[in-house]
């Protein structure tokens, strides 16, 4: 399996990522903000948009190699009702990719 953790330390796009996701199935009213537009939930999140797309698109594979937490990846399918099967068949999809950009540690 691919790892999510590309570069010697997170990076402040992972960190921001898994910022929103905690967020989102964490704090009062942000599921419902974030479902009614993604796109304007996340206007102000200082992510590129390829990552913001990643996210409001569910792209699971995209947002593991761009470091979100597993567990946080998995509570936001959970929390978005994104089926088992397809939150595995998507990270079995990634195996050996790497992420655009991403430089190995």
Wanted: charged share 20%.
């Amino acid at each position: 399996m691919a790892s999510n953790w590309q570069q010697k330390i997170p990076t402040t796009s992972a960190y921001w990522m898994n910022r929103v996701l905690y967020d989102v199935h964490h704090q009062d009213s942000h599921l419902r903000r974030y479902k009614a537009d993604p796109d304007v939930y996340m206007a102000d999140i200082p992510l590129a948009p390829s990552l913001k797309a990643a996210i409001r698109d569910n792209d699971i594979g995209a947002m593991y190699l761009a470091g979100v937490n597993p567990y946080l990846l998995r509570a936001h399918c959970l929390g978005l009702h994104i089926s088992e099967k397809l939150f595995v068949e998507s990270l079995k999809a990634i195996d050996g990719k790497t992420p655009a950009g991403v430089q190995h540690g």
